[in-house]
């Protein structure tokens, strides 16, 4: 007979198999999530890379995490001392995860269905917003980098997006001639490459950067780039924008 603990672990696998499939890999009681994740130990590994460049003490400060998934980075922040912290994702399946690893982790974590084109509704301003695996399943990534500014983004950005193509940049001219086309065969020209279909069999991966244009995107938008510590990830701080953008309208 088992013991009242291998019951209890039976149980809980049961119930995160019940909740699957997960594309977040976490461990929760012992028990793996995505085990056999095609990326490996996802996204851990990936948030091993560029961890050190925020506080390891958030002291209270708040965060939003949009397109929170499973909840894997707003727990981390809640257990970085973060204070008030809110996930947001579209998808109620990834919710009903997110609100189970949190609350069986005894982590005090708000999850609201909300696409980023909502964050409006939200009425408030976080200290830190995390962005990350978001961009390329938008048709609108340029509007959504819009909102996060006009709406969200306090102080920080913590930012990521799948990157394909050139990954060098060079200085850009502030205008160019009408009758110049060499500068867009460049291939470290600002570019977004469309995916009509299908691209790693996902029909959301829509708009992919290379380097250039997701740090020139950020940058038309209003954020400084203040860390790069590895190629698709950005922590950038909420700076000033150079020329008129329209203001992005609330959508709902």
Not at 34 to 51: M, N, S, T, V
Not at 145 to 170: C, E, I, K
């Amino acid at each position: 007979m088992k013991s009242s603990a291998a019951q209890a672990n039976d149980g809980l696998r049961r119930e995160i198999e019940r909740l699957g499939p997960w594309f977040q890999n976490m461990e929760i009681g012992g028990v793996e999530t995505a085990p056999d994740h095609f990326l490996g130990d996802y996204p851990r590994f990936k948030w091993e890379g560029f961890q050190h460049v925020l506080p390891a003490d958030l002291e209270g400060r708040s965060v939003l995490d949009v397109g929170c998934n499973a909840g894997f980075y707003s727990m981390e922040m809640k257990r970085r001392n973060a204070g008030r912290v809110v996930g947001i994702d579209a998808d109620p399946h990834y919710l009903r995860q997110a609100r189970f690893a949190a609350g069986h982790c005894d982590l005090d974590i708000e999850f609201r269905e909300m696409s980023v084109y909502d964050i409006g509704k939200l009425n408030e301003r976080f200290d830190l917003v995390i962005f990350m695996g978001v961009f390329y399943h938008l048709r609108h990534p340029l509007l959504a980098l819009d909102l996060l500014y006009d709406h969200v983004v306090d102080d920080l950005l913590l930012f990521q997006s799948l990157q394909r193509g050139d990954g060098r940049t060079s200085p850009l001219e502030e205008n160019y001639d009408f009758g110049n086309w060499d500068v867009f065969d460049k291939p470290d020209y600002p570019t977004l490459f469309f995916v009509e279909e299908r691209y790693a069999s996902d029909p959301t991966n829509w708009l992919i950067p290379n380097t250039a244009a997701t740090e020139a995107m950020l940058r038309s938008s209003g954020f400084d780039i203040v860390a790069h510590p590895e190629r698709e990830v950005y922590l950038c701080g909420r700076g000033s924008r150079h020329y008129a953008v329209e203001s992005p309208p609330v959508i709902g």
